[in-house]
T-cell receptor, first 112, second 108 residues
Framework: DADVTQTPRNRITKTGKRIMLECSQT?????MYWYRQDPGLGLRLIYY???????NKGEISDGYSVSRQAQAKFSLSLESAIPNQTALYFC???????????FGPGTRLTVL | AQRVTQPEKLLSVFKGAPVELKCNYS??????LFWYVQYSRQRLQLLLR??SRESIKGFTADLNKGETSFHLKKPFAQEEDSAMYYC??????????FGTGTRLLVSP
């Protein structure tokens, strides 16, 4: 089945470290998204990409960067992790003209 | 500003009781609204969208533009409905704005 996968699934790191979270999809979708989920705050959009050459900031992009290496891959980087970036991170995809988003299983990141 | 408000963090009901999860939105244009659900240890998935006007797993949601609401309802809750429910607004360009979520707990 076509899927959205995320690696790693869990990561513990220290303040100041550089971290990369990866997202891959076999759905053939052009559009990809990164969200973070925090208790009581729901999901907030970090970055999104509508195709390989398109990168857009979301609601909370400060402290994050992304790379769209191919249609199927969208990576999220924390250049210098800080404790308030501890959260559950979700990648999602969607197809052009269809508004349903398909989510990955999430990456739980803890910054000590 | 585009915003989705889910006033209840937790809704606890007994099996067989009616359920209503509230969602209000603020958006000046014509909204597209969704309910997403996250069951325990599963990924977030679409439950229903207002344009399809369908019932999924017994849940329905009606868009009320006058009250800017999109409440999710089910007449008889089941234990397997226990999950986290997110209302989401798509104001355009396929970006979703999520509410803060409501945890539904259905007790036997």
């Amino acid at each position: 089945d076509a899927d959205v996968t995320q690696t790693p699934r869990n990561r513990i790191t220290k303040t100041g470290k550089r971290i990369m979270l990866e997202c891959s999809q076999t759905k053939g979708h052009d559009r990809m998204y990164w969200y973070r989920q925090d208790p009581g705050l729901g999901l907030r959009l970090i970055y999104y990409s509508f195709d390989v050459k398109d990168i857009n900031k979301g609601e909370i992009s400060d402290g994050y960067s992304v790379s769209r290496q191919a249609q199927a891959k969208f990576s999220l980087s924390l250049e210098s992790a800080i404790p308030n970036q501890t959260a559950l991170y979700f990648c999602a995809t969607s197809d052009i003209g269809r508004n349903e988003q398909f989510f990955g299983p999430g990456t739980r990141l803890t910054v000590l | 500003a585009q915003r989705v408000t889910q006033p209840e963090k937790l809704l606890s009901v007994f099996k067989g009781a009616p359920v209503e999860l509230k969602c209000n939105y603020s958006y000046s244009g014509s909204p597209e609204l969704f309910w997403y659900v996250q069951y325990s240890r599963q990924r977030l998935q679409l439950l229903l969208r207002h344009i399809s006007r369908e019932s999924i797993k017994g849940f329905t949601a009606d868009l009320n533009k006058g009250e800017t609401s999109f409440h999710l309802k089910k007449p008889f809750a089941q234990e397997e409905d226990s999950a986290m429910y997110y209302c989401a607004l798509m104001p355009g360009f396929q970006k979703l704005v999520f509410g803060t979520g409501t945890r539904l707990l259905v007790s036997p």
